[in-house]
């Protein structure tokens, strides 16, 4: 029992008339940013309610978002990998299965994420940042730690005297095993689709790895063009999808 808990507890059953809440992410799931009495500031993820299916399978077969990203979160601490500080996971239950759960963390202030450094190539140290993240995930890899959502929002940049400190976020989705060479690289497909930002991650993971620089641009960049393609293809099924159902209705 953390000693938050009650005050937490209070803050999601009252979460609709919070008046001092701050919404952080509202698509799928809903991330609020909120200030204890004590003046800690905390993140507060609401998951969205899982379908049929999933409500039975949290209950019985699988551990929940919301307990994965907190024991996830509390392996990464034990490794050395910046995360927001685990604070405490609830699950909600009914006679079916999983209703309504949530994830709290510590709030972690930062300068950017990875996704700027997709939008805007003025940044005055992108190749320093950018490289730096390789490293990062070079690490991630060493430590036999899959992030299987390494993409563009889920990392947090900070710069610090002594370069650059990242911390992750979203970790409900994480393999914990050694990875061959091929996963490792595969790992960076969901990140950028820009090729200059891909020739620069190659360059400094073969310096990591010793490998070639030409093996790891080629599948580093192959990877990259089949997730964007599947991604695409998944997008304009759906939009066929809601199209018909317009139309129907």
């Not at 996704?115 to 950018?130: K, P, Y």
């Not at 790895?209 to 599948?219: A, H, V």
Request: proline share 2%; aromatic share 14%; with cysteine.
């Amino acid at each position: 029992m953390n000693k938050y808990q009650d005050e937490i507890a209070k803050i999601i059953a009252n979460q609709a008339s919070e008046n001092s809440a701050k919404t952080l992410q509202s698509d799928r799931n809903l991330v609020t940013k909120h200030t204890l009495q004590d003046g800690t500031e905390i993140v507060i993820k609401a998951f969205k309610i899982p379908n049929l299916i999933n409500k039975i399978a949290y209950r019985y077969f699988r551990k929940s978002k919301a307990k994965r990203s907190f024991e996830y979160a509390s392996k990464l601490s034990e490794l050395g990998i910046g995360t927001p500080k685990p604070i405490q996971y609830i699950e909600n239950f009914n006679w079916l299965g999983l209703r309504t759960s949530y994830y709290i963390s510590s709030f972690v202030s930062y300068e950017l994420t990875y996704r700027e450094l997709t939008t805007d190539f003025d940044i005055a140290d992108h190749d320093a940042i950018l490289r730096a993240f390789t490293r990062f995930t070079y690490s991630l890899h060493q430590k036999q730690i899959n992030f299987l959502d390494h993409s563009p929002g889920n990392t947090l940049i900070n710069r610090s005297a002594e370069g650059y400190d990242f911390y992750l976020v979203d970790l409900n989705r994480m393999e914990f095993e050694p990875m061959d060479f091929e996963t490792r690289i595969k790992n960076f497909a969901k990140l950028t689709i820009h090729r200059s930002m891909i020739e620069t991650m190659s360059d400094e993971y073969a310096k990591c790895t010793g490998e070639s620089y030409d093996t790891i641009f080629n599948m580093m960049w192959n990877f990259t063009q089949e997730f964007q393609n599947r991604y695409h293809r998944k997008r304009r099924i759906k939009n066929k999808i809601l199209f018909w159902r317009k139309k129907k209705a």
